[in-house]
């Protein structure tokens, strides 16, 4: 029998580094410059959180709407150890608010025919968004952000064992669902 | 777990396998290198110091109602 995959909405430990600490807290404190610098550090994540959830380009509006929420609350944030998954979580939200929106005002008009690489990229990034929610994020992080699997596991809060599982099991099932070929 | 496939999935400066590497490059179109630039707003939220007055003038209000109840009615006049 398999074990669920493990959600990164589930903090299972992984310390991060001391200087993020300091920087929330600075960030907290008002700190743009400390904000500015966790927001290029945990930019790819939530993107991929958002990419994961929702498609291109909502994805990139998402994003910025995240952190903007998260230096509005970052004062009432009690473990600053626990920024990544709190914002990863803020994204989540967001991306349920972003599909809600969505259904009452209505699906946003065709963009258009997209350019081949983009809607090629969109065809893969369609199976990923089928995979559960803990596979599919963990495999945007690493194919579409080029993340490594120490970083996944250190700006996620989930140990490094979970992210390796994640992957690999993520993988298999794209494998499966794309076929060895790549459409 | 010995798949390099897979290994290569863990780290890439191992070295991604055929089919990892081909998901990256189809993938591609859809990274950003650089985050936009992130113009932050003056924080709306009640600051702390504000949040202590608030707590400062709620329990004056109340030691002031005990201080009331305590005193109970007052004696009529002889």
Known sequence: ?183 | MNDPELEGLWDPSAGAGGYTRALERRLRPLRRDEPPPLVLPERATRTPSRVWTYAAVAFAAAVALVWVARRGPEEPAP
């Open chain 1, 1 to 183: 029998m398999r074990a669920p995959p493990v959600s990164p909405g589930t903090v299972d430990s992984e310390e991060e580094p001391p200087d993020d600490r300091a920087r929330v807290e600075e960030a907290a404190r008002g700190g743009r410059r400390a904000f500015q610098r966790l927001y290029a550090r945990y930019y790819a994540p939530v993107r991929a959180v958002a990419l994961a959830n929702l498609g291109w380009p909502e994805a990139d509006d998402v994003t910025q709407e995240v952190f903007l929420r998260a230096w509005e609350r970052l004062p009432q944030l009690r473990h600053p150890e626990r920024f990544g998954p709190w914002l990863l979580q803020i994204a989540r939200n967001r991306c349920v608010d972003h599909h809600r929106r969505a259904r009452v005002v209505g699906a946003p008009a065709e963009r258009g025919a997209l350019p081949p690489p983009v809607s090629e990229a969109m065809e893969v990034l369609r199976a990923i968004q089928r995979l559960p929610s803990a596979y599919r994020e963990t495999l945007v992080m690493r194919l579409v952000e080029g993340m490594s699997g120490p970083e996944i596991a250190s700006r996620t809060g989930l140990t490094p064992r979970s992210v390796r599982v994640n992957l690999h099991r993520g993988m298999l099932k794209l494998r499966a669902a794309l076929g060895e070929e790549l459409p």
